[in-house]
């Protein structure tokens, strides 16, 4: 067994409608793998056939060597999934939750408060441990949903969007814990919304559209594919940046709306035509805030790859996704 994920051909259909149209992923122990893609990809259907919640209409998947049609038991033994959202029980506390997934795992009382009250401290939700999870925010609801995932130390850890709606600071912690878990053996396959996560936390990427993976390599690897340099351009209003994109397109660059309704950014494959796209907004009469080149991004790989931005996932076919913390669960 050389790799930790393997897929061959992997199709899925929902009815008349192919979620999956021949799938090819190779994740090697102890990474960390970032699937991205656009709403109704494939991602989550893909995440249900590796952790054995849905069966593949053609091709073949393993996971640590084991067939999950065939071996679905084996698999299950040596996963951990943390679903997209919160299955923490509102009437126990923090601990409690923990303590029981520990308990139903096999663990004495003693060792499953230990585990408990470390997951506790890593996640900084000691000081909420008593607390009725009903009175926690939201943030802290998907921590402790994260900490439930990891009571049990498996070899593959599948976190499917692990930092949706969290802050900040909680998002850092939560990418934390994941560098540790890769450094530690195990291996995490990660879906996410945010290019940055992806950027910073896999080492290698798998961007899938319409049921195929389309880009495939690390982060750099994907910037180097697409090339180009972005020149990232803000107006003084919003009527001024869509008379901006309108000329961008008449100089024949790929243009999308950047952070807000005064922004664009373009892909420009030539260091000779900044300095000309400069002068034909500005022979415009039209005002530039900002006006920087810069290599692109993971959203703007992820925008040239697909021809359009980034979003989270949530149209694609009822694939029957777990909403529990922890392995043995799905």
Known sequence: MNQAIETYGLKKRYGDHWALKGIDLSVKPGSVYGLLGPNGAG???????????????????????FDVRR????????????GQYASVDEDLTGLE??????????????AA??????????????SSAL????TYSGGMRRRLDVAAGLVVHSDVIFLDEPTTGLDPRSRNQVWEIV???AEQGATVLLTTQYMEE????????AVIDHGKVIAEGTGRDLKARVGANSLHIRLYSAADAKKAGQELRKQKLAVHTGSDAFSLVATIDRDDRISKVFHALSSKGLRMAEFAVSQPSMDEVFFALTGHPAENETGEPNSGES????????
């Open 43 to 65: 991602k989550t259907t893909t995440v249900g056939i590796l952790t054995t919640l849905l069966k593949p209409d053609e091709g073949e998947a393993r996971v640590m060597g």
């Open 71 to 82: 071996q679905a038991a084996e698999v299950r033994s040596r996963i951990s999934l943390t």
């Open 113 to 126: 408060r230990a585990r408990a009250r470390e997951l506790l401290e890593a996640f900084d939700l000691s």
């Open 323 to 330: 909403k529990t913390g922890a392995a043995g669960e799905v």
């Open 198 to 205: 992806a950027d910073r936390l896999a080492h290698r990427l």
């Open 179 to 181: 560098r540790a878990i």
């Open 131 to 134: 607390k009725l999870v009903r």
């Open 97 to 110: 939750n923990l303590i029981l997934i520990g308990r139903l795992y096999g663990f004495s009382w003693k």
